[in-house]
């Protein structure tokens, strides 16, 4: 009976580091389609805030939440707006490969 529980307990602790890797890159995954979403929204608000002559730039970052605007880069460019913004990198080397890109037209020269 007791060399059955400390070969239990060997498995668990065996299996624990690839549960522990399933779950963070489960939690990657996550952020990486938050990013799209965030991304898409920053260039909505900044094509928006270029309609009304507003400051594009600040326009995308207000829109994203704070732990995002470190990742966020926004480059307007005539009448389009593009944005890309990193996830955070709860995998080394992950954070990059999953970076997510958004592009809003802020429609024909008025």
Known sequence: ??????????ETVALAPLVV???LAAAQ????????????DAARAG?????QERAVRRAARD????WARRGLV??????VVRVRLR??????GVA????????????PPA
């Open 96 to 107: 990059g490969l999953l970076e997510a890109h958004a592009r809003a037209d802020a429609g």
């Open 74 to 79: 926004v480059r307007p460019a005539g009448r």
């Open 21 to 23: 890797l399933v779950v």
């Open 87 to 92: 996830p955070p990198g709860l995998l080394p």
């Open 1 to 10: 009976m007791r060399a059955q529980r400390g070969q239990a307990s060997v």
């Open 29 to 40: 995954l996550l952020a990486a389609g938050l990013a799209r979403t965030l991304a898409a």
């Open 63 to 66: 829109v994203v939440p704070g």
């Open 47 to 51: 094509a928006v805030a270029m309609l």
